[in-house]
């Protein structure tokens, strides 16, 4: 049986049960710092490099960097809609469809890096932005069967950005 923490480096996520602006400020700093904590890691590698994977049968390192950009695309909007619509029922997609497409599987990381750079630079402004009554607003994933606040929100993608983080790192360590 292989380890869980060949699929998940960082441990599962974990649903946080209290909130607090302390909290919610340690992961819009995720959210934010996110991009240059990749940029760094991945800034000199390869071609060849890039397509190294965390695990056998896991994502190349190209493939998770577009799949960040791609995901928290989605992840953005379906926050926007949360604040502005009342607890609209949000789109779920196929990821490994979705990684499998020639501009997911291109070497160049430079356009989806940058993406992610803009992308995060919004999704913080957003975040600080939000008022107390904004993060308690849901929206409804059809594929989970169930509603997540803005605040839900906010934990799970700070933590799939470190999630994918560490993916990327353990790519390099393996190979190095």
Known sequence: MKSILNYYPIGSYQKVEHFSAEVRSNFIKDISQFPSRLLEVVKSLTDEQKLWTYREGGWNIAQVIHHCADSHINAYIRCKLGVTE???????????????????????????????????????????????????????????????????????????????????????????
Do not use: C, M
Not at 93 to 112: G, H, Q, R, V
Not at 128 to 154: D, I, M, Y
């Open 86 to 176: 009342d607890s609209p029922t949000i789109n779920a997609y196929d990821e490994n469809k979705w990684a499998a497409f020639p501009d997911a599987t291109n070497l160049d990381i430079s356009t989806s890096l940058n993406i992610i750079k803009g992308l995060h630079h919004r999704w913080t402004t957003f975040f600080e932005a939000a008022s107390e009554s904004e993060f308690k607003k849901t929206v409804f994933h059809p594929q989970h069967q169930q509603k997540f606040s803005l605040e839900e929100l906010l934990s799970q993608y700070a933590w799939h950005s470190n999630h994918h983080l560490a993916h990327v790192r353990l790519a390099v360590e393996r190979h190095k």
